[in-house]
C-alpha cells in the first residue's frame, strides 16, 4: 500500500474511494471470504456501530445540472476500531446484510494500515473485473432494446 499526496491510502493501483466503490458493490459470500482470510492477523477489533437505515440516495438532474434526491435506500452500516493501532474501517453496502458491511470495514482498516494488501488487492482487482463485464452485459442488454425513430 502507498498513499496519494493527499495522504489517502492507495491499494495497488486503486486510490481509496475506488476500492470502497468496488468493495461496496461486490459478492457478498466472496467479500466475507476475503475479510475472514484477512482478520486472522489485524488482532483485537472493538465495533463501535453495525445497525441498518434508511439513506436518502442523492440524484443529479442531467439538464439542469441540479441535485435532489431521488428517494431512500435501506443500507446496513459498519464502523470498526483496531485495537492495536486505533485505525477505524467502515463499510456500507444497500440492503440488510450487516456482516456484508462488517467484512467491508475490516477490509477498510486493513487497508489503512497495509496490512497483507496481496489478498486484498486480488480480490479487489478480480471484483472490479466482474463488476466491469457485468456493466458491459447490461449495457448490451439495454442497447438491443433501443428503438431508432424516425422524426417528421
Do not use: W
Amino acid at each position: 500500500m502507498s498513499e496519494l499526496a493527499t495522504g489517502e491510502p492507495v491499494i495497488g493501483a486503486y486510490s481509496h474511494e475506488q476500492a470502497l466503490n468496488i468493495l461496496a458493490a461486490s459478492d457478498a459470500r466472496s467479500l466475507k471470504a476475503c475479510a475472514e482470510q484477512v482478520l486472522t492477523g489485524l488482532g483485537d477489533v472493538t465495533v463501535l456501530n453495525n445497525r441498518t437505515g434508511l439513506v436518502m440516495l442523492p440524484f443529479e438532474d442531467t439538464v439542469k445540472g441540479t441535485a435532489f434526491h431521488l428517494g431512500e435506500v435501506l443500507v446496513a452500516e459498519a464502523h470498526i476500531r483496531l485495537a492495536v493501532s486505533g485505525i477505524e474501517g467502515f463499510g456500507a453496502v444497500t440492503g440488510r446484510d450487516l456482516e456484508q458491511a462488517m467484512a467491508m470495514a475490516v477490509i477498510d482498516a486493513a487497508i489503512a494500515i497495509g496490512h497483507d494488501s496481496g489478498p486484498i488487492l486480488a480480490f479487489i482487482e478480480a471484483e472490479d473485473a466482474r463488476q466491469q463485464q457485468a456493466d458491459r452485459e447490461r449495457l448490451r442488454k439495454v442497447e438491443a432494446t433501443r428503438v431508432q425513430m424516425e422524426t417528421f
